[in-house]
Nanobody, 127 residues
């Protein structure tokens, strides 16, 4: 599976942005999907995950109520809608895909649970 993340950019605090993750290759609809981010000098951290059908979603506490993860399996694409962005959200955002049971197995927040990674898209939030 090849993943292509896009949609990053420079925004001001309080703005919204939607990231997209286009998948090609193996059937994306059978995989769990997730978003991670990595700020300079920090480890990659979990942001959100969605089950292969889209019925289960998980978020890190700092983005709950502001970010929404979704997917359109007909388009082989996952999305991350980000509202009310904060300067601490500045990071490279990565999309990832893993086995269908990642979300159900309780390991959705671990990078090692995902087998496929996109190249990342930079989100910069100015104050």
């Amino acid at each position: 599976v090849q993943l292509q993340a896009s949609g990053g950019g420079l925004v001001q605090a309080g703005d919204s942005l939607t990231l997209s993750c286009a998948a090609s290759g193996r059937t994306f609809s059978s995989l769990s999907a997730g978003w991670f981010r990595q700020a300079p000098g920090t480890e990659r951290e979990f942001v959100a995950a969605v089950s292969w059908r889209g019925g289960r979603k998980y978020y890190t506490d700092s983005v709950k109520g502001r970010f929404t993860i979704s997917r359109d399996n007909a388009k082989n694409t996952a999305y991350l809608q980000m509202n009310t962005l904060k300067p601490e959200g500045t990071a490279v955002y990565y999309c990832a895909a893993g086995p269908g049971d990642v979300v159900y197995g309780g390991t959705w927040h671990l990078p090692r649970s995902y087998d496929y990674w996109g190249q990342g898209t930079l989100v910069t939030v100015s104050s």
